[in-house]
């Protein structure tokens, strides 16, 4: 059960699971795009039972397109899935006293993935097509998937521009990208979380040029203009416990 992440738990916000963690992913080429906006605007996609977090005053939403890969269980197993690209919509929340990422939607080009995630796990999955290639120092992402109402299409490319560094407690850096934690509700409305633990992000400055319109439409969000926050990730390794009312 030990993994190289279990290796610097100072900076998490509260202690380690007592459970044994129960899955493990990689996530990779992760670019954090965020846009203000008011908590009230937010309102209808959380459940009451949760209070979206704010800085400053101001709540965020937040595209963050990567890969993901090497999910399994510790114990021998076929994965049940390989690396693919996956792109999610998320704002922050937190219940009795304990920060995490609510989901809006999310894409991934993996059709088990999300079968599996949206029964067992009760996320806003959906199947996309999905590429990801990297050239010259950049990452492209695209993303189309087909709904009732259209297509959602989602494109981006982004590459870093500094050097990478961990966030500085308390700063929004932190607030946006250290959070160990996710929220869902089952088709009953009950509330359901998922720890995870990781090592302090390396983040990195980051340039971007994305078209995420789309993303906003399907969800009945406009937010215009490029995204005032940015940052790139060569990523993590992560350790995941199972699910549980929250």
Known sequence: MAHPSLARVDHRPWPLPSKRWVWRQTWTDLLFAHWPIPAAA????????????????IGWIGVVPFRMGGTRRPFPFVPFLSSFPEVNVRTYVEKDGKPGVWFLSLDADSLFTVWFARRYFHLPYHKAIMNISHYDGWTRLGSERRSGSGRVRFNCRYRPISDPRE???????????????LYSADPAGRLHSIDVHHAP?????????LEAESLFRALGLDLGGAPSHLHYSRGVDVVAWDMEPA
């Open 42 to 57: 937010l309102r209808e996609f959380v459940p009451d039972g949760l209070t979206i977090r704010q800085k400053d005053g």
């Open 167 to 181: 966030a500085e407690p308390g700063s929004l850096d932190s607030f946006l990208a250290e959070n160990y934690r």
């Open 201 to 209: 992000w390396p983040l990195q400055r980051a340039e971007a040029n």
